[in-house]
Nanobody
Framework: VQLQASGGGLVQAGASLRLSCAASGRAFSTYAFRRYVLGWFRQAPGKEREFVTATSKGSGSTVYADSVKGRFTVSRDNAKNTVCLQMNSLKPDDTAVYYC???????????????????WGQGTLVTVSS
């Protein structure tokens, strides 16, 4: 079981980046992937990991942290076993390592809780300069 995040980089404030996370392994068969809640979290230097956004299984409902609402958009492609995070109007405060996460049994109301996710990607660094 593997989650592979990519797309990070160094950008200036106001720019955009698109992160991708690809899931592979038996637990993420094409049909099974759609049954996972998929989340993005981030961790800035010296800070705790924080919730960014999540998309639900089934209907693909979404929820966002207030700090990114209106700027970030999460999307999932169940046919390709991927989840993407489109980040627009980036700010220096968005600088962090971004992690994707997945869980099949997570209750949607707890989507913001990092400890409830079973699977994690390795993280991709996003640096936003002022």
């Amino acid at each position: 079981v593997q989650l592979q995040a990519s797309g990070g980089g160094l950008v200036q404030a106001g720019a955009s980046l698109r992160l991708s996370c690809a899931a592979s392994g038996r637990a993420f068969s094409t049909y099974a992937f759609r049954r996972y809640v998929l989340g993005w979290f981030r961790q800035a230097p010296g800070k705790e990991r924080e919730f960014v956004t999540a998309t639900s299984k089934g209907s693909g409902s979404t929820v966002y942290a207030d700090s990114v609402k209106g700027r970030f958009t999460v999307s999932r492609d169940n046919a390709k076993n991927t989840v993407c995070l489109q980040m627009n109007s980036l700010k220096p405060d968005d600088t962090a390592v971004y992690y994707c996460a997945a869980d099949q049994n997570l209750i949607w109301g707890r989507a913001r809780m990092a400890n409830d996710y079973d699977y994690w990607g390795q993280g991709t660094l996003v640096t936003v300069s002022s």
